[in-house]
């Protein structure tokens, strides 16, 4: 897909809309699941929680229309992938229906189908909540992404290449079409870094260490057991997961950490020392790695517009999320690029 052609039509931003009783009679009939439904947010997926009387917490995902029953197999196969490969990596596990199947599916009024799968629920808290990671809990995130890149290497399914919205490396992020109708403020910040990024930046990206990463770490999908935890105790939400550079698995992290309104690079160095520890990065990935953060900042941005021009109400999350990408893009406009990269690979010894 040519990067100047993007269209908000093809992100894909509508979930479907079921009702909890006709999903909670799909899942009682194929699953033998019964229990406590409570509704979950989702951008491309509906979700749900399901608490079962004995216990048992599970997500209910269901996909919506648009996508391509390939995708969620993607998703299924990695999380398989994991549990037989790595099974100490904290990750959602696949709940088989009654029958064995991974997939089931739901019709709508309209005979559309919709992809229906079940995985275990990770007990935990977001990142997001609590106190700010501390150097060396970043060093354990950065060590701990580093070990999904490393345990997901191999894997390879006929969906890793699909469009995904959230990747960095396919154009969205420069695209002159979506910038043309992106609000001002951003427009104005973003313009100037556009050239170069999408001309010396994306190549150079792209010809770097590739495979299918996580491509979602942020302090959502990231939980520790409570506020005080340094340990990771789950990675949720495989739905961007992409074949994309190795790079990015970690800018994606590094941009939603960064402490707000700070120029201090304590965020990315301890994140980046922990996950070359594991993970060992090449002077060229590391050079890029602020390069990476900045188009994840301008795709958030974006994105972020698109969602509140396509919503008759304005959703709160979607606006902090946006006001927090601005802020960063701030601070990545102010910053002497040279010197940031400097730090970045000083970092790793460089």
């Known amino acids: 897909m040519n990067m100047n052609v993007f269209t908000p039509q093809d992100m894909r931003f509508n979930p479907p809309a079921f009702d909890v009783a006709t999903v909670a009679d799909k899942v009682t009939d194929e699953y033998g699941l019964v229990g406590k439904w409570a509704p979950l947010v989702g951008e491309r997926d509906q979700n749900f929680r399901l ?34 490969g790595s099974p100490q990596i904290p990750v959602p596990r696949i709940i088989r229906a009654k029958t064995g ?33 501390d150097p060396e809990n970043l060093q354990k995130i950065g060590a701990f992404l580093a070990g999904i890149v490393n345990a997901l290497a191999g894997f390879e399914h006929r969906a890793s290449r699909h469009f995904m919205p959230w990747n960095l490396s396919n154009g969205i992020a420069v695209s002159g079409h979506l910038w043309a109708e992106a609000a001002g403020d951003a427009r104005t910040l973003a313009t100037p870094l556009l050239q170069r990024l999408r001309h010396e930046v994306l190549p150079k990206l792209n010809a770097g260490p590739s495979q ?139």
């Open 51 to 84: 608490s079962t009387e004995d216990g048992r917490k599970f997500v209910v995902k269901i996909a919506g229309p648009d996508e391509d029953p390939d995708l969620a197999d993607f998703q299924v196969q990695a999380l398989l992938f994991l549990e037989r």
């Open 101 to 133: 199947r991974c997939l089931n599916e739901l019709i709508n009024g309209r005979g559309v189908k919709h992809v229906l799968r079940i995985v275990t629920y990770l007990d935990g808290i977001p990142y997001a909540e609590g106190a700010l990671a």
């Open 212 to 350: 299918i990463i996580h491509n979602d770490a942020h302090p959502y999908n990231l939980l520790r057991a409570n506020a005080a935890s340094q340990d990771v105790v789950g990675l949720i939400d495989f739905g961007d997961m992409v074949h994309a550079p190795i790079i990015n698995e970690l800018a994606v992290t590094a941009a939603a950490f960064h402490k707000p309104g700070s120029e201090d690079l304590v965020t990315e160095e301890n994140l980046l020392i922990g996950f070359h520890r594991v993970h060992r990065l090449s002077d060229a990935q590391v050079s890029l790695l602020w390069d990476a953060m900045t188009l994840r900042v301008l795709i958030t941005i974006l994105l972020c517009d698109i969602k509140l021009n396509m919503d008759a109400e304005t959703d709160p999350d979607v606006v902090e999320e946006r006001m927090g990408a601005y802020a960063m893009l701030e601070i990545i406009c102010g910053l002497d690029h040279k010197l940031v990269v400097e730090r970045l690979r000083a970092a790793c010894g460089m």
